[in-house]
Each structure stands twice: as C-alpha cells, then as structure tokens.
C-alpha cells in the first residue's frame, strides 16, 4: 500500500486539524495539505512527464514543503532522495548521477550548489511563484504500488568507495511507523512533533507515524536548532515531541534553567551518536523522565534497538545504570543478535557484530548487488558495529567496526576525508579518526604525514572545495609517521588512544574550527 495514504486518511479524519505550522504560524491543515500532495503529484506526472519508479531528489533546509513533498514523491509513485542540504556540490554530483534523478527541489540559497553540481538537472526552488503555482495543478490520482517498491533512497556512506543508496521501501517505512508506536511512543491528533534535526534523516523519518495520527509537524522559524527557539516553540505548542542528536540534547539542558514550556515536552528521542550517562542523567534533572533512545541505520531506520521512557525512569531497578549505558532491547517487529565472524550467534556478554532483520531492513543498495550481497549476508543486516548483550536483552554498543564518526548527530566517514587529503601535493599520508568532544560528541581529528611543508589552514581551505563544512578535520596534527601493524594497516584504534590519553602530538598553532559554527 502507498505511503500516501496515510496523508489521505489523515485528511479525511483530521481534515481541520493544523498539519504543518512554522513556528507558531499554521501553514495548512490536512485537508490543504492532502490537497497540496495530490496537485503536486498531478504536476509532476504531467508537467515534468516524470514515471512511477523514478527519483526525485530534495536538496532542502528544513521547510514547511518537505512534508508535502515527501507525500508527492510517493503519491505520484516516485521514488523521494532526500539529502543533506550542507553537501558541498560535488557530494550531491555523486547523489544526483547515482540515483539518475530527473528533478531536483531545493532551498532557496542552495540554488547555486546545485546548479554546479549537475548543471543540466531541472531545479525547483522551493516557495518560489513557479513553486506555489504547482499547487494550482490538476490533482493526480494516487499511484498504486507496491509494498516492495522503493519510497526513499538514503545515500550512507561507508568506509571504502562511494556513498550507497539504501533502497526503503513502502514496507520498511511502515515497520517503521508501528514501530514507534510500540517501542517509542503513541500518537495523538492533539500532540506535535518539532523538527529541529535534518528532515533528510531521522527527524524527517518521524513525519510519518505523526501524519498517521493527524499531529501537527513544527519546523522552527530559523529551520534548524536553536536552543532558545525551542523552549519558545515547547510554549507555544501542545504534546511536543522532538528527535535530537546528543549535542542537541545537551544544549536543551544547559538552556534550562531559565527556559518556559518544558511542562508541554511530551518525549524527546535521542540517537545518532554516544550518549554518556552523566549526561543522561543531567537530561533527566533538568527535563524530567521525557527521554527515549533509539538505535537505527540508513539501512534498518530508527528501527533497531529501543530504550523507552519506562526503562529511563525506572531508577529502582538493579541494573538501573547499567541499562542506561545500554541502547535498550530489540524493537517490535525486528530480531537483533550478536554474532561472532560466522554470524552465530555469541553467548550472553560476549562482543560480537550487532546483526538485525526484519520488516525494516532494507533489501539492498540501489544497483550495487556487491555490497547489498556483503551487508545482507545469511538473511542479516551486518551494521558494522560491535556489543554486547546481556541476559535482559539489552544491546550496549562497544565500538563502530567501520569507524564512522559521528559529530553533533551527523554521520563523517574517514574515508571521504582521507581521499580529499591525500590529493594535495604536500601530503604523504593521512589517517582520519574520531576524537571525543565535550560539545558535538566526537570531532574529526587529521594524523598528517607531510611530503612537503603545509599547514592547517591550508589543508582546511583544501578540504573546503571538495568536501561538507561539517566533514572537515576540526584538528590537524602533523606526525613522522603513522602506527602500522605488519602488513601496513594502519592501527586507528592507535591514533583514537593517543588522543584519548592525551599524549603530546604535534598539532598546528591555531588549527581550524576552534569556536565555529559547524
């Protein structure tokens, strides 16, 4: 069943009830919203002449559109590639030749990046005239398609080669949905979700179970966070829910104290990154038991493991803090275990790979059987990370066997950076690692090997043509020569020590980045 009906049956129920508002202004109902859909979709079966199957990519900041541009796509039977709306041009030339998009929605502002990045795709800037006349277009009728067809392609990137598109399908987005309802929270027509994360990841993911229930999607004035904007926004809505990167969560709480309309926080879901537990707990003193953690992938989304609010508050029980230092149990509709090299399954406490199947997991990379074939193995999602589980059934992640780095909530693959290094003249060899931030989590930390004099400046100015802001090293330390094992690996878990122990480097004077905005 398409993912469109749940627009239609919110229209039809809740049709007088606000479905999208920026700030405190109500942008429609469900029934103009529903109406907007289906005159979008009309126009780009018509207008664009675009077929069931075929990609459309939205290159956006958080906006009222997004919601209605999502329900388009699938009403018309396309496929949506939302993106980060940060990517440097040739980030989103790989996006837009890989996925063979036809049409391209952006930001005003981003108008520019996207011309470069592919200066023949057809661009549409979003709440521009020739934008709002589509809504002016004879409603499209809602394609029929199936479950196993394709609804949102999100491009992740992995360790080695080039970003790959998860294939979501309209089925995997369903699990999704009842997956939140069971393992997160219910859905009321009275409450609110605030989407001050990326609607191109996991905030825009929790469009659909609010639009299922008829609740009202917020997008913030300044289409971002802003610590000081949300408490406003918590005032002037009803049953807020919200999904945070750990930064994120960690800023809502240093604004507390003097913040109003905590009291209409419903839940606030955490995920995308560490969470260490005084910071949990700091959560909790200042917020209240309002916190749910998920644990999810591109490839199986927000649907891994859960830790409810329940688990949160319930500060009585034994393994209490050792819980909280976990990412809960196995959602719903999925099964999670830790499984050695052969993907058996590991005793109780053992590290092993975190291994997941079920209605949420993708069936593949788009056209990349390859890596579809490696990661779905044996009828499991590898997720590349390690953990353990206890005899509760509680999964505590140990490391990330891909060494992904994950800052302020977004995913950074050394790899891309590496490769953006090791193209200047005056670089030997670099090694990228993740190092701890007290405020994003884990910066980007360069270990440069020079082959002829440069300095971070330079090397950052480099990056900046090639690569997102927020990839970029934050610290660039210059070393003789990087660990390596026997076979000339080299040993990252080395570098990640070092800087964990604090052991004098050789760092650049005044590297980059120090007291940025990313």
């Known amino acids: 069943m398409n993912l469109a009906n749940l627009a239609w049956r919110a229209a039809r129920l809740y049709g007088e009830r606000p479905a999208v508002t920026q700030g405190s202004r109500t942008v429609c109902t469900y029934g103009e919203l529903y109406g907007r859909i289906a005159a979008i979709a009309g126009a780009l079966r018509t207008r664009y002449g675009l077929k069931p199957g075929d990609r459309v990519v939205l290159f956006m900041h958080n906006t009222p559109e997004y919601v209605e541009l999502l329900f388009a796509c699938w009403h018309a039977g396309l496929i949506a590639v939302p993106v980060n709306a940060k990517l440097h041009a040739d980030e989103l030339a790989y996006v837009l030749g890989d ?10 502002g981003r108008q520019a990046a996207a011309a470069a990045a592919d200066p023949g795709i057809p661009l549409m800037v979003t709440g521009s005239k020739a934008y709002t006349a589509l809504y002016e277009s004879k409603p499209g009728a809602l394609a029929d398609v199936s479950e196993t067809q394709t609804a949102w392609l999100f491009y992740t990137s992995g360790t080695t080669g080039n970003p790959k598109g998860a294939m979501l399908t309209h089925e995997n987005l369903r699990a999704m949905v009842l997956c939140y309802f069971s393992d997160v929270d219910g859905v009321a027509p009275t409450d609110s979700i605030l989407h001050a994360a990326p609607l191109s990841h996991g905030s825009g993911l929790y469009i659909l179970p609010h639009v299922a229930q008829g609740a009202c999607n917020v997008i913030p004035e300044s289409g971002s966070f802003d610590a000081a904007e949300i408490f406003t926004l918590l005032s002037a809505h009803q049953n807020v829910s919200m999904f945070a990167a750990p930064t994120m969560v960690k800023r809502l709480v240093a604004a507390a104290d003097d913040a109003r309309g905590i009291e209409n926080l419903k839940t606030l879901v955490y995920g995308g990154g560490p969470m260490y537990l005084a910071d949990i ?7 209240g038991f309002r916190l749910v953690q998920i644990y999810g992938q591109g490839e199986s989304p927000m649907t891994i493991t859960a830790l409810s609010k329940y688990h949160h508050r319930n500060t009585q029980h034994p393994h209490y803090t050792e819980r909280l230092k976990s990412v809960g149990v196995a959602q719903t509709l999925v099964a999670v275990r830790i499984a050695d090299g052969d993907d058996e399954p590991l005793a109780v406490g053992e590290t092993g790979e975190v291994l997941v199947r ?9 056209r990349n059987e390859e890596a579809s074939r490696e990661a779905l193995r044996n009828g499991w999602l590898h997720t590349g990370d390690l953990g353990t589980m206890n005899g509760d059934g509680f999964v505590t992640l ?31 060899e ?4 993740g190092g701890r931030d007290e405020e994003w989590g884990e910066r980007v930390v360069a270990f440069v090997v020079k082959q002829a004099d440069v300095g971070s400046d330079e090397l950052d100015s480099f990056c900046l043509q090639h690569v997102a802001r927020f990839k970029r090293p934050r610290d660039y330390q210059f070393v003789d020569a990087l660990p390596k094992n026997n076979y000339g690996k080299v040993l990252k878990r080395e570098l990640r020590e070092r800087l964990d122990q604090g052991e004098p480097l050789t760092p650049d004077p005044s590297p980059p980045g120090r007291g940025e905005k990313k």
């Open 430 to 433: 670099v090694a990228v690692v």
């Open 398 to 428: 140990v490391d990330r066997a891909r060494d992904l780095i994950i800052s302020g909530g977004a995913n950074i693959y050394p790899r891309e950076v590496e490769e953006v290094l090791l193209r200047h003249p005056h670089v030997a």
């Open 358 to 366: 079920g209605p949420s997991v993708i069936p593949g990379y788009w």
């Open 281 to 287: 707990q700091g959560a909790h003193a200042a917020l």
């Open 99 to 108: 996925s063979e998009a036809s049409l391209c929605f952006v930001s005003d």
